[in-house]
């Protein structure tokens, strides 16, 4: 077996109706829509109804009333866990054994809820008893929702960002955290679980966690206020630059193009630090790595949109599984539909048949 690729880079494992980043960049469509197209004429409920039933009028629901148990203020656990609690709570079916129809009413309820908890989460973290549900009941979108839950108050600047952010981010073939969700699935497990194994995917800085990193880094440049020399040490002491590189794009990220727009549009404060430190990575890339392209990332603006929302650096991985929902519900019904075990094989390279006396 020579074709052995360690991360699977290029391997087709699944073939999909619902997206799929193409390599050399320029666009990303939903079901064959232009994201461009999207943002600021739909909000991010009906391009969830997009992604999962291709219809942009069928929209992800309200979230029903419910009080999640007990919550930390650590939003990517507390989602993880209590997602797949609500699938014992809800009584979730197997996947295998519902039919579509039920599949799509639990991942839509699913999706509403995991958006609340995110905001309960947060409002936990702030100190501060989430909104009531009349206040939110006063929100038109999820968006607006979700901040009003969490801040009793939605700034319509923060609503722009945040669901410009969900838009770009609600989908993106099979990336690591989508796959998750479709092993899970294949098995058969619930919604709940197929949703709270991608969570936990999703929560390291090589997939959902890198915009964390994004923040401090622009903070410290704009100190220092020389970007060549903050990269160049960077670069020397063997780290990366988060928000720069992708495992399929071999060219500018069209997320990232949209985001910093909106990042200018909506006039963030650390633009102008982010565009020194943009520069000088790419440069130093460029010149360290000119065998391949290495340009800016979705996660770097989307850490200058999400400051715009003043939303926390540790909330922002739990920010981008609100974004997947969509992803993934659409996925986990693909998937359900394909109806077949996901089992790859392991080529063994471990010691030959020998007695336990060698052990030890
Ligand atoms: N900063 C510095 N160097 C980087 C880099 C970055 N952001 N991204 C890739 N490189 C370098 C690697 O060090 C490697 O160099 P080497 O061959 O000398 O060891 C080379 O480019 C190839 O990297 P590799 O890890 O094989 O690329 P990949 O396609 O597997 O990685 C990412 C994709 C996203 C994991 C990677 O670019 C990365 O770690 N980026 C930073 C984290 C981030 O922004 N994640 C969000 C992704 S949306």
Redesign the pocket.
């Known amino acids: 077996m020579n074709d052995f690729k360690p991360?699977l880079e290029g391997v087709v494992a699944v073939e999909t109706e619902i997206a799929e980043p193409d390599r050399e960049g320029g666009a990303l469509r939903y079901r064959g829509i232009d994201i461009e197209e999207l943002v600021g004429h739909y909000p991010y409920e009906a391009v969830w109804g997009l992604l999962v039933d291709d219809d942009l009028g069928s929209k992800m629901p309200d979230p029903e009333p419910f009080e999640p148990a007990a919550l930390t203020g650590n939003a990517p656990a507390d989602l993880q866990a209590e997602t797949a609690r609500l699938a014992g709570e809800w009584k979730l079916g197997k996947l295998n054994e519902i039919s579509d129809e039920q599949a799509r009413e639990d991942l839509g309820r699913l999706s509403a809820q995991m958006m609340e908890i995110v905001a309960r989460s947060a409002a936990k973290a702030d100190g501060r008893e989430p909104a009531p549900d009349d206040v939110v009941a006063q929100g038109e979108t999820a968006a607006e929702r979700f901040l009003l839950r969490w801040r009793g108050e939605a700034d319509p600047r923060h609503v722009t960002a945040i669901d410009t952010y969900w838009i770009c981010t609600a989908e993106h073939g099979l990336n690591a955290s989508t796959f998750t969700a479709r092993v899970a699935t294949s098995t058969g497990a619930d919604a709940g679980a197929a949703m709270s194994a991608a969570i936990g995917t999703l929560s390291g800085?090589?997939?959902g966690g890198?915009p964390a990193h994004v923040i401090p880094m622009i903070d410290e440049v704009a100190e220092a206020q020389d970007a060549e020399k903050y990269v160049d040490d960077l670069?020397s002491r063997g780290d990366?630059?988060?928000?720069?590189?992708?495992?399929v794009y071999r060219a500018e990220d069209p997320r990232a193009r949209l985001l910093s727009r909106t990042a200018d549009e909506l006039g963030s404060s650390r633009v102008e630090s982010a565009r020194a430190l943009e520069s000088a990575a790419l440069s130093a890339?460029q010149e360290r790595?000119p065998e391949?392209v290495?340009a800016t990332?979705?996660?770097y603006w989307a850490a200058i949109v999400l400051d715009v929302a003043d939303i926390p650096a540790k909330l922002t991985p739990a920010m981008f599984a609100c974004a997947r929902v969509a992803g993934w519900s659409a996925h986990i019904l693909e998937q359900k539909r394909v109806a077949r075990l996901i089992r790859p094989s392991a080529r063994y390279t471990g010691p030959g048949p020998r007695s336990l006396s060698d052990v030890g």
């Open positions: 991360g800085p090589l997939h890198a670069l990366r630059i988060m928000g720069f590189g992708h495992r890339l790595h391949r290495l990332n979705v996660e």
